[in-house]
């Protein structure tokens, strides 16, 4: 009997290209079943109630923790966001590899949950590139953007915390590295 796939947990700074990295992952291994957060954010143009994410009242989000059916939640940027916790545990139940992309106090969250998750950070290739992709996206506010930066500086430091670290200076060699961590090549 093959060994349970481990619990694969990515994250790092905001502006790192976690989420790039994801998408072309799962273009090439749509196999790997990543998890979708809930969230009391609004959505952004293009996002879709339960694929991005499962948009939810702030009502409901107090609801899902007081319920202990979250993996993990923060707050981040004045938004909630959370992992679901039932269809993690389902999947890896299954045997299918789990992703899940998430902050720095979500993966020490889910470290405490379940000590046989494996951590990887995805750094930037200088604090110079991780400045220029936060202030590039056009997206917010200079305020919001002054406050992913503070969280960028505490973020980073959390690196030693990890089991891995990988440095996004190329999505197509992290997604190969992501993929053999998760044993799915």
């Known amino acids: 009997m093959s060994e349970r796939p481990r619990l694969t947990v990515l994250s790092g700074p905001s502006g790192v290209g976690k989420s790039t990295v994801v998408a072309h992952m799962r273009k090439e291994h749509p196999e790997v079943w990543l998890s979708v957060s809930a969230t009391t954010r609004k959505p952004r143009p293009g996002e879709q109630h339960g694929v991005h994410y499962f948009f939810v009242t702030d009502d409901e989000m107090d609801k899902l923790i007081a319920n202990g059916e979250l993996l993990e939640w923060a707050e981040f940027a004045g938004n909630r ?3 679901p916790r039932a269809a993690v545990q389902e999947r890896l139940e299954n045997g299918e590899p789990v992703l899940l992309e998430i902050d720095l106090q979500g993966a020490r969250q889910v470290r405490e949950s379940l ?5 990887v950070f995805l750094a930037p290739p200088s604090w110079e590139e991780l400045v220029r992709r ?9 305020e919001v953007i002054e406050r992913r930066l503070a969280a960028a500086r505490t973020e980073l430091a959390a690196e030693p915390e990890f089991d891995v670290t990988l440095v996004n200076t190329s999505v197509e060699d992290v997604a190969r590295e992501l993929l053999a961590l998760m044993d799915v090549v």
């Open 115 to 119: 000590s046989d998750a494996q951590l």
């Open 134 to 142: 936060l202030t590039g996206r056009g997206t917010e506010p200079p």
């Open 81 to 83: 966001y959370g992992t």
